[in-house]
């Protein structure tokens, strides 16, 4: 019945059916919680999908996103979330990566910041340019404690604004992959990749981790930064599901996409935000030249949907929801 239910959901969207919310419309309705909806992508349509969620954000506020690999064109651009970014005083937060290429330095990642354009709209911060440290998990399974950039400590409020594409280890990456691997440091990445057997940036590939203990490790890891932010209270999610490649934005030579733009999307639900980008392109109406089969095949190899399954079972969050349209 779930599918059906979402499938319905998905498919009034496409065809144009406006679901606005009401008056008495909060977080939850049917004790399910609302994801946020528009097929508008525009620095304005992202402010009102963040003003939608009636959740303030105060205090020392990070805006985490992917700065993007060098090379790279499908990164969400400087001029698309600067409004967003500025309204609510934010810092771009960022981790270098622990893979070489031109963000796995901080000499490298700061010149492709700059690069860019994000030194352009914001401050900008490497979470872990002065170190990391550990945060607790719930789920101890395979991470016994997820290891993030040290200067978390200095933020009140998350944004997570993530990119919502696929990604050729995850199957696809949205809020939970830009929680987990993306708010760990280089050696916070090398434990998620390596299932919790190390966190040593230059050994961490060669240990052949079982695909479901990976995409379980960073669903254990999204759930520890949830908590860090009151357990919830103080964090909310917003995917921006445009350029769908089947690639990441840390891919320097990503693939092109072959499906047009959905939207954005924002919850406070991690796992029913990133499931209903999932539902919807799985339920996309492809046709010639604008084909989402490739980003299925993406997410059905990696065992995508495992990370929405764990995240579900660990508490994380809920895999059913109500989808809500802000457009006319």
Not at 70 to 96: D, F, R
Not at 153 to 170: E, Q, S, T, V
Not at 272 to 282: G, T
Not at 306 to 319: D, F, K, T
Request: aromatic share 8%; net charge negative; with cysteine.
């Amino acid at each position: 019945m779930k599918k059906i239910l979402l499938f319905c959901a998905c498919a009034a969207l496409f065809a144009g059916c406006s679901c606005k919310p009401t008056d008495d419309q909060n977080q939850r309705s049917n004790d399910k919680p609302v994801v946020y909806m528009t097929k508008e992508i525009s620095p304005e349509a992202l402010v009102r999908i963040y003003e939608a969620l009636g959740r303030t954000a105060e205090g020392r506020v990070a805006v985490k996103i992917s700065t993007g690999e060098a090379g790279g064109h499908n990164y969400l651009k400087p001029e698309l979330i600067a409004s967003l970014v500025q309204k609510v005083n934010g810092t771009i937060v960022e981790c270098n990566t622990a893979y070489p290429g031109k963000r796995n330095t901080f000499d490298a990642h700061w010149q492709t910041i700059k690069d860019h354009g994000f030194l352009d709209i914001a401050k900008v911060d490497l979470m872990d340019e002065e170190g990391d440290m550990r945060i607790p998990v719930q789920d101890t399974t395979w991470i016994k404690y997820d290891i993030v950039g040290k200067h978390l400590a200095n933020y009140d409020f998350m944004i997570n604004l993530a990119h919502f594409k696929g990604h050729a280890m995850g199957g696809f990456g949205g809020v939970l992959k830009n929680q987990s691997i993306g708010v760990a440091s280089a050696a916070g990445k090398a434990y998620i990749h390596s299932a919790g057997v190390t966190d040593d940036v230059a050994i961490c590939w060669q240990n052949k981790t079982e695909q479901d203990a990976f995409i379980e490790s960073m669903a254990a890891a999204a759930q520890a930064v949830h908590d860090y932010f009151g357990h919830g209270e103080r964090i909310l999610y917003i995917n921006v599901a445009n350029n769908l490649s089947v690639d990441c934005d840390c891919d320097s030579h990503p693939a092109d996409p072959e499906m047009n733009d959905i939207g954005i999307l924002a919850s406070l639900d991690p796992v029913a935000l990133d499931q209903a980008c999932v539902d919807l392109v799985f339920h996309y109406p492809s046709k010639e030249g604008d084909d989402a089969a490739a980003l299925i095949e993406r997410i059905n190899t990696r065992h995508g949907i495992h990370i929405l399954e764990h995240a579900a079972q660990i508490g994380l969050g809920s895999r059913e929801y109500q989808l809500v349209s802000l457009d006319e």
